[in-house]
C-alpha cells in the first residue's frame, strides 16, 4: 500500500452572536478547523484532523506542499518512520515551528485511521483499549466568564449526562473567578455520584496563562489558601494552568490539586 495523495480542507464558519463564547483570551466570532484525507492506491483513505493556530489556511497549505511531497508514495503503515521523515527534513532541520507541528498532527491521525481500516479494527482497540467505561470530564466550548447562574445553567446539561467532572475557564480576576466556583461548588455538591471516593463533582480550571504572575502569587498566598493550606512549593505556572477546586463551601476553596 502507497500514499497516492494528501489534502487538506481549510474550513470556516462564523458563530452567530447570540452563540459567541467570551473567554480571557477574547471572543469567538468563527470557528475554524483542518480536515486531513490522506489516500492510498488500495482505496483506503484515512481522516485525521489537524489544530487550526488560528491560522487555519496557513496549516492546510503547508500540509498539501512541504508535508505532501515528504510522504507521496510511502508505505503509510510505517507511521513512524513518516512521522520521523516530516520531523528530519522540516522541523530538524529549519528549527521548531508549532505550525508545522500542527500540520504534522494531521497527516498522523489520518495514517493511524488508515491502519485502523486496513486491518479492520476499530482505533481504540488498535491502540489497545477495551470498551470499558472511563471517568470523562466536560470542558465545553466555553464554562467561562459568564455571571455564575448561567455557568450553573451551562454545567448542569454535563453533569445530568453523567459526566464526572467539570472543567471551567478563570482568568477574569481572581475575585470573580473564585464568586464563579464557589457558586458551581454550591449547585453541584453532595447530591452528585462519588467520583475517585468524593461525594462532589470535582471543578478543574485552566488559566490559558491569563493571570499575570504578581496576580497569581497575591491570590495564592491571599485567596487560594484561606484556611492556612500550606503551599511553599506551589509554582505560579501551577497555579495558572490546573487547578482543581473541590471547596464544599461558598467561601472559599479549600484544597487544590494539580494535573
Keep these: 500500500m502507497r500514499i497516492t ?3 487538506a480542507y481549510a474550513t470556516s464558519f462564523p458563530i452567530a452572536p447570540a452563540k459567541r463564547v467570551a473567554l480571557g ?72 515551528g508549532a505550525g508545522a507541528c500542527l500540520a504534522m498532527s494531521g497527516i498522523d491521525m489520518a495514517l493511524w485511521d488508515i491502519r485502523a481500516k486496513a486491518l479492520g479494527l476499530p482505533l481504540y482497540k488498535l491502540l489497545g483499549g477495551s470498551a470499558r467505561p472511563v471517568p470523562a470530564y466536560a470542558g ?33 480576576t481572581p475575585a470573580r473567578d473564585l464568586a464563579r466556583v464557589a457558586a458551581v461548588r454550591r449547585a453541584f455538591g453532595d447530591e452528585q455520584p462519588k467520583y475517585l471516593n468524593s461525594p462532589e463533582t470535582p471543578l478543574y480550571t485552566k488559566g490559558n496563562l491569563l493571570y499575570a504572575a504578581d496576580v497569581a502569587r497575591e491570590s495564592i498566598r491571599t485567596q487560594a489558601y484561606p484556611r492556612g493550606h500550606h503551599h511553599s512549593g506551589l509554582t505560579v505556572s501551577q497555579f495558572i494552568w490546573g487547578l482543581a477546586f473541590s471547596s464544599r463551601s461558598a467561601g472559599g476553596i479549600q484544597s487544590l490539586s494539580f494535573w
Design 25 to 96: 483570551i477574547g471572543t469567538a466570532v468563527k470557528r475554524d478547523a483542518v480536515l486531513v484525507r490522506v489516500a492510498t492506491d488500495e482505496g483506503i483513505s484515512g481522516w485525521g484532523e489537524a489544530h487550526h493556530g488560528r491560522a487555519h489556511t496557513a496549516v492546510a497549505r503547508l500540509i498539501e506542499t512541504t508535508l505532501k511531497q515528504l510522504v507521496m508514495g510511502l508505505d503509510p503503515g510505517e507511521i513512524v518512520a513518516i512521522w520521523d521523515r516530516m520531523y528530519r527534513f522540516q522541523l530538524a532541520s529549519h528549527g521548531m
Design 140 to 172: 465545553g466550548v466555553s464554562l467561562g466568564f459568564q455571571d455564575p447562574s448561567a455557568l450553573i445553567d451551562e454545567a448542569r446539561p454535563h453533569v445530568e449526562a453523567g459526566y464526572k467532572a467539570v472543567k471551567l475557564r478563570v482568568g477574569d
Design 5 to 7: 495523495d494528501v489534502q
